[in-house]
């Protein structure tokens, strides 16, 4: 393999009572489930803060809870996404990175701003949305992804927005929200939404072997050519992108184990 990103595969949250019996060590306190899971895994989404606001402590204990090398990815709080006017959700913004995102540091991956499935695209909304993100606060450089769940998103027009906001669009692999594989920022950003806990590493195999080569390909700098794509006649710039990889949703009891094996299935 040439010059390639890194491949980051992991799962939402850390706290899930199914997982003291599928994933955690029997009796292991829940204090230390972080530090377990960031153990086996390279990357976790946060969750909690698209609820509610966290305090800067907290972020700078989850970093001191993981290895060197590990990254989260952030979700945004809801009160940003949720809205008929986007650009009315800037107060909210400015609270969601105050309460102390960046005291992640270096271990501060994507933020990921997740909307509504009735959410339609208005392409005026939405680039008033874009152009209120940062790319830096306090000092430390900000990366985004949005993740859009109605099917007037699957346009040309919306992923050339992106595009020129570098911006990343979250792809779903998922039964009803339209799946995005445009390839718009300098990462890459999948939510796999489709497994299912009868299945011990949450894909089966054979849907695991697909999905490890599409993200070897997009940290190649390709875009894999058996995906839905808003405008597929752009072509990405190819150069290599780091690639996120989370397991979301159905399936969630063996997600760990599904990361795990992705892992396995993209280690240079």
């Known amino acids: 393999m040439g010059e390639h990103g890194t491949i980051r595969s992991g799962i939402g949250g850390w706290t899930f009572e199914p997982w003291e019996k599928t994933f955690y060590p029997e009796k292991l306190a829940k ?26 402590e907290t972020f700078a204990k989850w970093a001191a809870s993981v290895p060197e090398g590990f990254v989260f990815a952030v979700k945004g709080n ?13 107060e909210s913004l400015d ?11 270096e271990k501060l991956g994507p933020i990921l701003w997740q909307f509504a499935p009735t959410k339609k695209f208005e392409e005026a909304d939405f680039e008033d949305f874009l152009k209120m993100l940062p790319a830096k606060h ?14 007037s998103f699957r346009a ?14 979250v792809f779903a692999d998922h ?12 990462f890459v950003y ?10 011990e590493t949450c894909y089966p195999e054979d849907d695991l072997d697909g999905w490890a080569r599409r993200a070897k390909e997009w940290a190649e700098g390709g875009a894999p050519d058996d995906l839905a794509y808003a405008d597929a006649d752009t072509k990405p710039e190819a150069k ?28 240079a």
């Open 138 to 151: 306090d000092g430390v450089d900000l990366s985004h992804a949005v993740e859009v769940r109605h099917e």
């Open 156 to 169: 040309s027009e919306f992923a050339a927005l992106l595009r020129r906001h570098g911006v990343a669009v």
């Open 95 to 105: 609270r969601f990175f105050a309460s102390g995102v960046t005291e992640l540091g």
């Open 31 to 56: 204090t230390k489930h972080l530090a377990y899971a960031a153990g086996k895994l390279s990357t976790i989404e946060i969750n909690a803060t698209y609820y509610r606001g966290q305090k800067p």
């Open 190 to 199: 999948a939510r796999l939404q489709r497994g299912s806990d009868d299945v």
């Open 78 to 90: 809801r009160f940003v996404t949720n809205r008929k006017k986007l650009a009315e959700g800037d």
């Open 175 to 186: 039964a009803t929200y339209p799946a995005i594989a445009d390839v718009t920022g300098d």
């Open 240 to 267: 290599p992108r780091d690639v996120f990889v989370y397991f979301i949703h159905e399936g969630k009891a063996q997600a760990p184990h599904g990361a795990m094996a992705l892992a396995e299935r993209t280690r």
